[in-house]
């Protein structure tokens, strides 16, 4: 047992005399509330520490019900964004096949229109992997009837020729290839100069005259002198005019009228035969011939009459 020293024994006492005073008032004194004050004093002790355990349990509790609903929500998120993909892919191939159903379509309606015209679909299945030549491959060959020098159109216009053909197959030199040419003339003059491919997305059409009047925009058609294209089919438009003034030849650049830089349908033409464009009935009878009416017989040239006689 602790020994407490002599002087301050009166003191510890006293203390305690005091405590046991204020403990047995406590107990006794009533509040206004008819709550003894000892009560209210063990109330107000325990209290701070009753408030504190409340805000920690809610903080945590607050802390580990964020943390449920932030993963559960970050979970909802990559469920929507992966829905969001697939949605996005689907709508990208919805959008591929209706831009493939509008090219067949096309092409369909460009077949109809020209049907006594021997032409055969194909599809574009490949490009060459060689940058300096402008060439691409066909799902036809010559199991099709297909042949070297035949001309390939789109029906926007001229393609390029096919330079070579296997059994399912077939390779088409295209119209902007360095190596490749179609004989043509100017829409408006009927002046007739080849054009050549550059290698760029412009075409040459070389030996035009600086006497020759050339617009830009005018149209570029097919002159049939290659013996592969028919006549007046679309070659492109004039883009730029550039006269010589010291030579006798201005050099014009036409743009292609088919989309070269992206083909994936076209038609392979099996002759030369022309294709004419249809005639309307409007366009019909504006050319049929008028019937001129009939010359009214003279009174020279008419039969005589001839009277009845009476008995």
């Given amino acids: 047992m602790l020994a407490v020293p002599n002087r301050h024994r009166s003191f510890t006492l006293l203390a305690t005399m005091l405590a046991l005073e204020l403990l047995l008032l406590a107990i006794q004194i009533k509040r206004g509330t008819q709550v003894r004050l000892i009560r209210i004093w063990a109330v107000e002790s325990v209290t701070p520490f009753g408030r504190a355990s409340a805000w920690t349990s809610d903080g945590i509790s607050a802390v580990w ?57 194909a599809r574009v299945i490949g490009g060459s992997p060689d940058d300096a030549s402008d060439v691409v491959f066909i799902n036809r060959g010559s199991r099709d009837g297909l042949r070297r020098d035949m001309g390939v159109i789109t ?73 592969i294209f028919p006549k007046d089919l679309p070659v492109g438009t004039v883009a730029q005019i550039k006269p010589d003034p010291h030579g006798t030849f201005q050099e014009v650049l036409v743009r292609p009228a088919a989309h070269l830089d992206r083909l994936e349908e076209v038609l392979v033409l099996l002759s030369r035969q022309e294709l004419e464009p249809k005639k309307t009935a409007d366009t019909q009878a504006a050319v049929a011939p008028t019937p001129s009416p009939a ?15 009476h008995p």
């Fill in 65 to 121: 019900s964020n943390y449920v609903a932030l993963r559960h929500m970050r979970q909802q998120n990559d469920e929507l964004q992966k829905e969001l993909d697939g949605l996005k892919l689907r709508d990208a191939e919805l959008q591929g096949r209706a831009a493939e159903a509008d090219r067949l379509a096309q092409l369909l309606g460009f077949r109809e229109a020209h049907a006594e015209v021997p032409m055969l679909a």
């Fill in 155 to 227: 029906p926007e216009g001229v393609v390029g020729k096919i330079v070579a053909v296997f059994p399912d197959t077939s390779q088409v030199l295209l119209l902007d290839d360095r190596d490749s040419g179609v004989g043509a003339l100017l829409a408006g003059s009927r002046t007739q100069s080849p054009v050549r491919g550059s290698g760029d997305p412009l075409l040459n059409m070389e030996y035009v005259s600086n006497d020759v009047k050339v617009a830009p925009g005018e149209a570029v058609l097919t002159s049939g002198q290659d013996r």
């Fill in 295 to 309: 010359p009214k017989a003279s009174a020279a040239s008419r039969p005589p009459t001839q009277v009845a006689s």
